[in-house]
């Protein structure tokens, strides 16, 4: 069986059925792991793990409602808000990071949406310094229209999150102050510009099993495939309305990832939020199953993480080596 699977040519598709990914997640999971990883070494190395760091350098105070959220203004979580970092605060974080390891470092703004103002004209700022320090560059800061992407590509971005969360179907039971269609318009204004598309979403909002499907194929069949696809994992808040969700299992984290892996075999899949609870084992499964990017470092935004430290004698464990920087650009963006 294993031999048979792992001469099958995966090729790259955005015309996924619905009911394809339905079946393909729905597989006996120890069969689903296998093709994973058999997708995953026909195109990506597969001892290659990217190492990446998330820094809030705006927290607290958004006006949206997402239900998950610790960081919106209208929920008491405990959370400190404070404006935008100094540059220097940032540099130095950034410079941890690339010391410590990583090679992609994301700068998250608590806003719904990038207004053209002196914050998002410091924000380019960082973008550019960040940029320059040989590391690629990704923001997650709201909403963005073309103009704004543009200038962000200008600065230097090499990557920009927006993730889609959840399905169309289920989106207004978690977020009321957005659309479902703003979160894809301000993928399409990233594309647009030539900024790679980081996006994915979170289990354990309450979702069923198909909305995490429906979420999948809308991924897998946008006209290019994000180049990230976080999968995230609730963390539940006290203060949020998902404060008593239970957590979800590590077997429907790697169904998740699994089927991200063979529907988007090009895709950097991340495991994100979650992972702090995750044993090395629980982990090592994830891998199998087609991870190749982590987030590092003590926190994520506001959440915990498990530092580099964890991770670098979880990696030489496991006999993964970490992923360079700009591997699939011919040079850093400009």
């Given at each position: 069986m294993l031999q048979a699977m792992s001469n099958t040519n995966y090729s790259i598709r955005t015309d996924w059925e619905i009911e394809e990914i339905r079946g393909i997640y729905n597989k006996p999971l120890l069969e689903l792991i296998v093709e994973a990883?058999?997708?995953?070494?026909?195109?990506?190395?597969?001892?290659?793990?990217?190492v990446c760091t998330l820094l809030s350098v705006?927290?607290?105070?958004?006006?949206?409602?997402?239900?998950?959220?610790p960081q919106a203004a209208r929920y008491q979580t405990g959370v400190k808000a404070h404006g935008l970092l100094k540059d220097e605060e940032v540099l130095e974080a950034a410079t941890r990071a690339?010391?410590?390891?990583?090679?992609?470092?994301?700068?998250?703004?608590?806003?719904?949406?990038v207004r053209d103002n002196r914050d998002f004209d410091r924000v380019l700022g960082m973008v550019t310094q960040v940029n320059d320090m040989g590391l690629e560059v990704c923001c997650t800061l709201g909403m963005v229209n073309e103009y704004q992407a543009e200038r962000l590509k200008q600065a230097g971005l090499y990557a920009y999150n927006h993730n889609l969360d959840t399905s169309g179907d289920h989106y207004s039971n978690?977020?009321?102050?957005?659309?479902?269609?703003?979160?894809?318009?301000?993928?399409?204004?990233?594309?647009?510009?030539?900024?790679?598309v980081c996006s994915g979403g979170i289990i354990g909002l309450g979702e069923t099993t198909e909305d995490r499907i429906e979420m999948l194929h809308v991924l897998a069949t946008m006209p290019e495939h994000p180049e990230s696809v976080p999968v995230n994992a609730l963390v539940p808040v006290?203060?949020?309305?998902?404060?008593?969700?239970?957590?979800?299992?590590?077997?429907?984290?790697?169904?998740?990832?699994?089927?991200?892996?063979?529907?988007?075999?090009?895709?950097?899949v991340r495991l994100s939020?979650?992972?702090?609870?995750?044993?090395?084992?629980?982990?090592?499964?994830?891998?199998l199953a087609g991870v190749n990017s982590i987030f590092s470092g003590e926190k994520l935004l506001t959440t915990p993480n498990p530092d580099f430290?964890?991770?670098?004698?979880?990696?030489?464990?496991?006999?993964l080596e970490p992923r360079k920087a700009f591997k699939n650009a011919l040079e850093p963006a400009n």
């Open positions: 990883a058999n997708v995953h070494r026909q195109h990506q190395t597969g001892s290659e793990v990217q705006k927290t607290g105070g958004c006006p949206e409602d997402c239900a998950y959220c690339k010391n410590a390891g990583s090679t992609r470092f994301c700068m998250g703004a608590a806003w719904r949406e978690i977020i009321t102050t957005r659309k479902y269609e703003d979160r894809l318009n301000t993928i399409d204004h990233v594309r647009k510009a030539g900024i790679s006290a203060g949020t309305p998902l404060e008593n969700q239970p957590r979800v299992s590590v077997w429907d984290m790697i169904r998740m990832i699994a089927t991200a892996r063979i529907t988007m075999p090009k895709a950097m939020a979650g992972r702090n609870t995750m044993s090395v084992t629980e982990q090592a499964l994830c891998f430290n964890e991770d670098l004698a979880m990696f030489e464990l496991l006999g």
